[in-house]
């Protein structure tokens, strides 16, 4: 059930999109806000507030990197895959926490803290290897970068 806080958010992003479906996006990223993710439930949800069938919310919430359909850990570690983050870097930054964390490409460690994802652009060509953490860039990553970044959230 949508907290009575979120659906007043709801309705302000209502105002701002005479047209409902158009509020999609954001209407996701306020439920995954309040719930860490969209499970099918909060799709079913965002299809009812939405007059949508729940497959329209699922195509849209498994194409956006930033719409997660799983769990997942405190912090989102999504690593750059596309070809310049690869050319500089990228494909041992992934490798690196991999080891480092003892995880693959979408899955979260045992305690709960970590999830990893790769993803295909963040959008930072010049200043790869790239890694968001919650939405936070750190860029121009190495092992020493990355380490001291990984030790800072631990």
Request: net charge negative; proline share 5%; glycine share 8%.
């Amino acid at each position: 059930m949508i907290s009575d806080a979120t659906r007043a958010r709801i309705n302000e992003l209502f105002e701002r999109y005479p047209d409902r479906r158009s509020a999609m996006i954001p209407l996701l990223l306020l439920l995954q806000e309040e719930r860490g993710w969209l499970s099918p439930e909060t799709m079913r949800e965002a299809g009812e507030v939405l007059d949508l069938p729940p497959v329209r919310i699922y195509e849209v919430a498994t194409f956006y990197t930033m719409l997660r359909t799983r769990p997942c850990g405190k912090y989102l570690l999504q690593v750059c895959r596309n070809l310049s983050c690869s050319l500089v870097g990228g494909e041992g930054v992934l490798r690196h926490i991999e080891k480092r964390l003892g995880i693959h490409d979408g899955q979260t460690t045992p305690d709960g803290c970590f999830t990893l994802m790769t993803v295909e652009c963040l959008g930072s060509c010049g200043t790869g290897p790239v890694v968001q953490v919650n939405g936070d860039y750190h860029e121009n990553l190495d092992v020493a970068k990355l380490d001291k970044l990984l030790d800072s959230l631990t």
